[in-house]
Nanobody, 126 residues
Framework: QVQLVESGGGSVQAGGSLKLSCKAS???????????LGWFRQPPGKEREAVAN???????SYSDAVKGRFTISRDHREKVLYLQMNSLTPEDTAMYYCAADKPPCSAATLAAVGTWGQGIQVTVSL
């Protein structure tokens, strides 16, 4: 069973950047290459929301809130999922989670049946 561990969170001032990583284990590179991987976030006092996802072919999808500022990518060899976050605003403050599931790839499927990491905090201040 795949396990996921996020890293790279922290505090940053508005306008800054952070890069989150999500390391997968418990699955071979061959199998993970087919997985749908994604990032979600839960701002304080709000519902969890999808941020971005990427399929095994590298096709990506982003929420409107982050499109043009965030970039999702994956390293097949190292079994790592990334989220490069630029031009951060206080509205990006949240607990960020990575998720994984077998194809087909969609945020809805990941949210419903995916395997999740423990989450990592991102705080953006003015």
């Amino acid at each position: 069973q795949v396990q996921l561990v996020e890293s790279g969170g922290g505090s940053v001032q508005a306008g800054g950047s952070l890069k989150l990583s999500c390391k997968a284990s418990g699955v071979t590179r061959y199998d993970l290459n087919r997985y749908c991987l994604g990032w979600f976030r839960q701002p304080p006092g709000k519902e969890r929301e999808a941020v971005a996802n990427i399929d095994g072919d590298g096709d990506t999808s982003y929420s409107d809130a982050v499109k043009g500022r965030f970039t999702i990518s994956r390293d097949h060899r190292e079994k790592v999922l990334y989220l490069q976050m630029n031009s951060l605003t206080p509205e990006d403050t949240a607990m960020y989670y990575c998720a994984a599931d077998k194809p087909p790839c969609s945020a809805a499927t990941l949210a419903a049946v995916g395997t999740w990491g423990q989450g990592i905090q991102v705080t953006v201040s003015l």
